[in-house]
Nanobody, 116 residues
Framework: QVQLVESGGGLVQPGGSLRLSCTTSRSIFNFVSMGWYRQAPGKQRELVAKITSGDSTDYAGSVKGRCTISRDNARNTVYLQMNSLKPEDTAVYYC??????????WGQGTQVTVSS
């Protein structure tokens, strides 16, 4: 079984920064892509950013220029650096890993709250 464990969420003031981490229980090389999604109350889960095994990245328009996704292969960890946070960024953030062999896996989520 594959587990993804997120960390780094919390309460931050508007304009602040947070770095989310997602660590996999298996080698990160098993994943063809890894991504961060978020779900706000009453809304559908949406893609925030993703990174492929070839280090190609993709971002939602609402976070482009404010967020950076990266990976540390040695630590089996994917990061989401979020800057200039806005109240509308408030959501539960989920990590997703996609594999050819075993399908998709999700983490348990980490809460991000942007409020003064």
């Amino acid at each position: 079984q594959v587990q993804l464990v997120e960390s780094g969420g919390g309460l931050v003031q508007p304009g602040g920064s947070l770095r989310l981490s997602c660590t996999t229980s298996r080698s990160i090389f098993n994943f063809v892509s890894m991504g961060w999604y978020r779900q706000a109350p009453g809304k559908q889960r949406e893609l925030v950013a993703k990174i492929t095994s070839g280090d190609s990245t993709d971002y939602a328009g609402s976070v482009k220029g404010r967020c950076t996704i990266s990976r540390d292969n040695a630590r089996n960890t994917v990061y989401l650096q979020m800057n200039s946070l806005k109240p509308e960024d408030t959501a539960v953030y989920y990590c997703k890993g996609s594999t050819y062999m075993w399908g998709d896996f999700w983490g348990q989520g980490t809460q991000v709250t942007v409020s003064s």
